[in-house]
């Protein structure tokens, strides 16, 4: 039923370098989060804290009662159980075929027989769209069928929480649409705590229930997608929206001169919020919510055309 | 400036944590053969191709030197001591450094910067106990079996050249063989032999797992284990000949 996943105050760097600092959210158990950043913020850093690949110099990741950043290795191990990951191009192992690749996570950690892991992994390959390809190598096949791939062993084990590492990354706009929806149906199947972590701002405007926004080694801001996406904060408004205008440059910030310059310049107006991407059985997923529903909830006014359907994904710079 | 002695510490940490893998169940027995058989193949021709003038400049040189002396009947004990003692070490543990170690650190680095290990350790698995520990006893064994086949041929490759280029007599070199050299000298040889393999794996393996930063992060980490792995290997074999030579003193002297 997925299980939630809370952190608070971490900071993480590499020697002299500062990551991010002070990163406090609460993953809320069976809904879907975005995590979104420009590249090189620490997003997969995030991620590798999230599971205790990486310690956190400061803070606490609470999962289950269990703090990750401070457990023994035994707990580590025991934790780990509850997540699936998909990480960045899928981590299949290169000398296994896709079969034995889903099949590694039962044959290591379950006693099930030959014919029972064969119908879990033909049943996960079903749904990632790969049956067919059991006997190809990882090298022989797309970036995008390695990452689903990925997924599908990321689930076969039952997971509470899955974590995706750039799904939508290296993948053409259909294959990322295709993606986003096997995520929303896989949500929708399993209840699973979803973590996405990505730069892309289509996928974070129409497919999770909470977005957070990792910018400048810190955590922007986290909360619902509407609230995000009705944002008038700057730098939340820039990126969510793919502005010019605002406070990020093309290196990481503007200098005062820029903003000055910018200063008497019109924000564009906030596009319209579109409707979140639904599973296509039909059927609302548990944490779903009412198109709308914050907006109304906390008296803000979405932009004119929000929640229309088949409205344009595109957003205007 | 502290860092290299901060790398030193690591990789002393990183060979406690394979010592500690060595004794853990299931021991992955397919792994070792397999890269036994990888290890093996990679490094017997050219092992066995450097062996052969290695043994011919030793009893060259050797021969020259002692002939100056006027102690010729010596030429086959020292040719022999040379190259048991330390150019078959040294030769096997170049190669297994060359081209097993280098090959070792290329895999684990493509897999390391490949996610391939954190998705190990994700699903529970340690890849030192996986992967590492059957690389390292792999190197060992070839280096093992690799001394051997040094030593054999650089003393074939000596007697030749004695015999052939230096008019020395067969019988003469054959017979001076248990003059100065004893068996004490072909089990340090072994020993030494042995470490080198084990030095070349560790090595080889921490700056694979250690690889960062793409592609070339993989290359590089390559490059730095063969150049620590020489650097090591003329320390160590200091440290050794020395404490052999004090423990075991030489024949005939
Ligand atoms: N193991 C590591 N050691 C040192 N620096 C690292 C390590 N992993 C990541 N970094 C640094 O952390 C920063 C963030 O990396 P990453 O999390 O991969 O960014 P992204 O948001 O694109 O996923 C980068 O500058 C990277 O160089
Ligand atoms: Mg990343």
């Not at chain 1, 760097?13 to 993953?27: M, N, P, Q, Y």
């Not at chain 1, 605002?246 to 409707?275: N, V, Y």
Request: aromatic residues 8%.
């Amino acid at each position: 039923m997925g299980v939630e996943i809370k952190v608070d105050n971490l900071t993480k760097s590499f020697g002299k370098s500062l990551i991010w600092a002070d990163v406090s959210l609460t993953i809320p158990a069976g809904e879907i989060c975005v995590m979104l950043g420009p590249s090189g913020t620490g997003k997969s850093v995030f991620l590798k804290t999230l599971i205790g690949l990486l310690k956190p110099d400061t803070g606490s990741i609470v999962i289950e009662g269990t703090d990750i950043a401070s457990c023994s290795e035994k707990d580590l191990y025991e934790i780990r159980k509850l997540f699936g990951v998909l990480f960045q191009d899928g981590a299949m192992f290169g000398s296994m075929n896709l079969y034995d690749n889903i099949a590694f996570p039962l044959r290591e950690h379950t006693k099930k027989s030959e014919s029972q892991i064969r119908e879990i992994v033909l049943e996960k390959m079903d749904l990632v769209g790969l049956l067919g390809t059991e006997d190809k190598l990882p090298g022989e096949i797309s970036g995008g069928m390695r990452k689903r791939a990925g997924i599908a062993r990321g689930l076969v084990l039952d997971p509470e929480i899955v974590l995706f590492d750039e799904p939508d990354s290296g993948l053409d706009p259909v294959r990322t649409s295709f993606l986003n929806q096997l995520i929303v149906d896989l949500n929708a199947q399993i209840d699973a705590t979803f973590l996405i972590v990505t730069h892309d701002i289509n996928t974070a405007r129409t497919v999770p229930d909470n977005i957070g926004l990792l910018y400048h080694k810190h955590l922007a801001m986290f909360g619902p997608r509407e609230m995000l996406l009705s944002s008038e904060e700057p730098v939340v408004r820039q990126f969510l929206n793919a502005q010019r205008v605002g406070p990020i440059g093309m290196s990481e910030e503007k200098d005062a001169d820029e903003l000055e310059a910018e200063k008497d310049q019109d924000l564009p107006p906030l596009p319209p919020i579109p409707m979140q991407l639904e599973p296509s059985s039909g059927i609302p997923r548990r944490s779903q919510r009412e198109p709308g529903g914050w907006c109304r909830d906390n008296g803000v006014t979405p932009p004119p055309g929000s929640f229309e359907a088949n409205m344009s994904m595109t957003t205007k710079v | 400036m502290l860092k290299p002695v901060g790398t030193a510490g690591t990789l002393f940490a990183f060979f406690l944590d394979v010592l500690r893998a060595l004794f853990r169940r299931p021991f992955q027995l397919r792994e070792f053969i397999q890269q036994s058989w990888f290890i093996a193949s990679v490094t017997i021709i050219p092992t066995a191709l450097v062996a052969i003038p290695f043994g011919a400049v030793i009893a060259l040189q050797v021969g020259g030197l002692i002939k100056q002396f006027g102690a010729q009947s010596f030429t086959g004990s020292a040719s022999v001591l040379a190259v048991i003692q330390q150019a078959g070490p040294i030769a096997t543990a170049l190669l297994i450094a060359g081209a097993g170690g280098s090959a070792i650190a290329a895999d684990l680095g493509s897999r390391k910067i490949r996610e391939e290990l954190d998705a190990m350790m994700v699903l529970g698995i340690d890849p030192i106990q996986r992967l590492v520990v059957p690389r390292v006893l792999a190197a060992m064994m070839v280096a093992f079996f690799l001394n051997g086949l040094v030593s054999v041929v650089g003393v074939g490759g000596g007697y030749v050249f004695n015999v052939i280029l230096q008019d020395g007599t067969p019988g003469a070199y054959l017979a001076s063989f248990t003059a100065l050299a004893q068996l004490p000298d072909l089990y340090v040889g072994l020993v030494k032999a042995v470490i080198f393999g084990l030095i070349a794996a560790i090595v080889a393996c921490y700056k694979g797992m250690n690889a960062g930063g793409g592609p070339k992060g993989v290359g590089d980490a390559v490059n730095e284990s063969v150049v620590i792995t020489f650097l090591l290997l003329f320390v160590v074999n200091f440290v050794l000949s020395t404490i052999y030579l004090q423990l075991v003193p030489p024949k005939g002297g």
